[in-house]
């Protein structure tokens, strides 16, 4: 009985003590910079240890912005069920024909209730693609409740360079925001719709899997990212809106960003 207690007290202890991996909305396609046909994923999970998925409802909005024109994709999209190394459970797919210039994709997911916390908790997520290395739309805003506005393409970065973006809430910056960036560590699987079962690098502790920034007084973010693959920036609470259904609700703004390597 004695032994029973305290195995029991350990699992409690690890269970209050073990770190909380950010969330990170994902709008994932293999290549930022590419033409024709481009697969997404539409997943809300935990990719940079393949942790725990977390059933999307149906978007509130998901639309693409291409040379200041605006088209809806929500009727594009087709659920899935997304698998990491803990679980499985509902996301969405889609294609898109790109063509020239740069591509502005936005979902706007519904609010998630994550239970342990009580509260809900909601990331407006951009992707930026290009189609022929000729810039249109990537420095401009999308007239979000909150967003990212990069200062540097964010589809056109070696590893080592560094990416800089202004927090917008309800249009106006965003100083002093606590920003949570992480790497994409497994690489999804498009057709399997699962993580890798390896992860690409080992973190030397976990404070280097969620590592935490802040926003200057101006609202901007300097971001350098050590090597490539994909990055993702999420600044928490930075939305006008503060509650949902009478709970506190984080309206957080999520923009990716993909480091490459140069061909040899």
Not at 138 to 155: Q, S
Request: net charge negative.
């Amino acid at each position: 009985m004695k032994r029973l207690i305290t195995l029991l007290a350990a699992a409690f202890l690890l269970a209050t003590t073990a770190p909380a991996f950010a969330h990170f909305q994902m709008l994932y396609t293999p290549e930022m910079n590419k033409m024709g046909k481009l697969e997404f994923k539409l997943v809300f999970a935990h990719p940079a240890e393949s942790g725990h998925v977390m059933k999307m409802d149906k978007p509130q909005e998901f639309y693409v912005i291409n040379k200041e024109k605006k088209t809806d994709l929500l009727g594009t999209i087709k659920p899935i069920k997304w698998t990491s190394a803990m679980n499985s459970d509902e996301g969405f797919e889609t294609t898109f024909s790109a063509r020239g210039g740069d591509y502005i994709f936005v979902l706007v997911p519904a609010p998630y209730f994550e239970k342990e916390e009580d509260t809900y908790i909601q990331q407006i997520t951009k992707v930026i693609t290009n189609g022929d290395a000729v810039p249109t739309d990537w420095d401009k805003p999308a007239g979000l409740k909150t967003e990212w506005v990069p200062l540097d393409r964010p589809y056109a970065l070696y590893p080592g360079m560094t990416f800089r973006a202004v927090l917008l809430g309800d249009g106006k910056p965003v100083a002093d925001a606590e920003v949570e960036i992480e790497y994409m560590n497994y690489t999804p699987d498009m057709k399997k719709n699962a993580f890798a079962k390896k992860g690409n690098i080992e973190a030397p502790s976990d404070h280097f899997i969620t590592m935490v920034h802040k926003t200057d007084a101006n609202g901007m973010l300097t971001f350098t990212p050590p090597f490539a693959g994909w990055w993702g920036i999420c600044a928490l609470g930075s939305g006008p809106d503060k509650k949902f259904q009478d709970k506190e609700l984080s309206q957080d703004a999520v923009i990716w960003i993909q480091a490459t390597n140069p061909k040899k």
